[in-house]
Every structure is written in structure tokens, then in C-alpha cells.
């Protein structure tokens, strides 16, 4: 079955990076595009981006531009995704998700908390 | 950029039907997405391209899509159907690309 189980808990201070890992199973992972998805505390869902792991190319919300990087590792099936410049406004749950078809997200990793705090 | 607007709460009695809008400019044009979130969990895709249902969603979860307006169904309301349900569509003409509504907690009274 379709699995992607990400990287564990982060805490972070202001102004630094993270790095989250996304790893794929049960699919051939260069087949479909994944997407990055973040939740703050009750707070709704805001999609950051999406790359595609066969080619790399990558799309990302004007938002979050000049901040994050999307990237993969084809030979561990493995997505990431790099958050620079953080604030305390960038804690959330950080999800990734396989999208399908007219860009359905189908299928979502566990969600990795990353916590900003000084 | 591509706005979808859903209304923050629903109630109802358990087996009853439930409810839930979806608003955008001709929204009737796109596929529109639902999600079940439960609380500490990842979302779920309970209906795609407006009214299709993933495999082992059950078939009181259906959806459809008109004009300014799509709809997500749940039919015979069941206490485990309590959740934040969000919609979302695809935009290409929007820098954000993927857009979701704001989201809609069902409480079932």
C-alpha cells in the first residue's frame, strides 16, 4: 500500500533552516507529483508547493518564494522539503501528500510538527 | 488569486444528512477535492473530481459541483463523521496553484 512516512519533530530558532524528509513506498515514486502542505495550530490547510520527483521541477506558492526549496533523492524515494529564514509565524504541522489525477492529494505523510521558538 | 469559501461550522443530529458548501467563482469548471481531518490526524480524501469516492470511503460521503457552488453529502450522519472537512481545487491561473477552502467542523449533535 501506498505509504509516506516523514522526518520526526523539529524545534528551531528564529532565522534558521529545517529540513524535512518525506520517504515513499509501495508505488514507483517518480510517478507522481508531491505536494507540501503546512497546518498551523487550529488553523486551516496552505499548500506551499509541489515537485515532480522524475524531473525535479518544482512550483512553489508566491508566498513562501525565495524561502523554500523542494528537492528528492530518487534512489531512496525520498522528497524533501527546506524551509529557510524561520519565524515563530512558521510553526505547524508540515504534511506531505501524492497527488493523483486533476491534482487530488491521495495519499499524506504523518505530518512533522516544526516548532519556531527563541 | 482563486478564492473557495466554505462556512466555518455545520451541526447535525446523527442520521440525518449533512451539508457542506463550497463556494468560488464558477467553481462548476474545476474538479473540486473534499478532505475528512480528524484532530492529530493527517487529512483523508474522501471525495475527488467532484463527486468520485477513493476506495474504502463509504457511499454515504458523495459531492457534487454547479455554477458558484460545490457540495460535499453525508448522508446518515454517524457520530465518527465529526471532523474538519475541507475543499480544494486546482487553479492554474493562481500563483497558489492548489487552493483550499478554509474548512468546515461538522459536529454531529
Known amino acids: 500500500q501506498v505509504q509516506l512516512v516523514q522526518s520526526g519533530a523539529e524545534v528551531k530558532k528564529p532565522g534558521a533552516s529545517v529540513k524535512v524528509s518525506c520517504k515513499a513506498s509501495?508505488?514507483?515514486?517518480?510517478?507522481?507529483?508531491i505536494n507540501w502542505v503546512r497546518q498551523a495550530t487550529g488553523q486551516g490547510l496552505e499548500w506551499m508547493g509541489w515537485m515532480n520527483p522524475n524531473s525535479g521541477n518544482t512550483g512553489y506558492a508566491q508566498k513562501f518564494q525565495g524561502r523554500v526549496t523542494m528537492t528528492r533523492n530518487t534512489s531512496i524515494s525520498t522528497a524533501y522539503m527546506e524551509l529557510s529564514s524561520l519565524r515563530s509565524e512558521d510553526t505547524a504541522v508540515y504534511y506531505c501528500?501524492?497527488?493523483?489525477?486533476?491534482?487530488?492529494?491521495?495519499?499524506w505523510g504523518q505530518g512533522t510538527l516544526v516548532t519556531v521558538s527563541s | 488569486s482563486y478564492v473557495l469559501t466554505q462556512p466555518p461550522s455545520v451541526s447535525v443530529a446523527p442520521g440525518q444528512t449533512a451539508r457542506i458548501t463550497c463556494g468560488g467563482n464558477?467553481?462548476?469548471?474545476?474538479?473540486v477535492h473534499w478532505y475528512q481531518q480528524k484532530p492529530g490526524q493527517a487529512p483523508v480524501l474522501v471525495v475527488y473530481d467532484d463527486s468520485d469516492r477513493p476506495s474504502g470511503i463509504p457511499e454515504r460521503f458523495s459531492g457534487s459541483n454547479s455554477g458558484n457552488t460545490a457540495t460535499l453529502t453525508i448522508s446518515r450522519v454517524e457520530a465518527g463523521d465529526e471532523a474538519d472537512y475541507y475543499c480544494q481545487v486546482w487553479d492554474s491561473s493562481s500563483d497558489h496553484h492548489v487552493v483550499f477552502g478554509g474548512g468546515t467542523k461538522l459536529t454531529v449533535l
Open positions: 501528500a501524492r497527488v493523483s489525477g486533476t491534482v487530488a492529494l491521495n495519499s
Open positions: 509501495g508505488y514507483t515514486f517518480t510517478s507522481y507529483d
Open positions: 464558477n467553481i462548476g469548471s474545476k474538479s
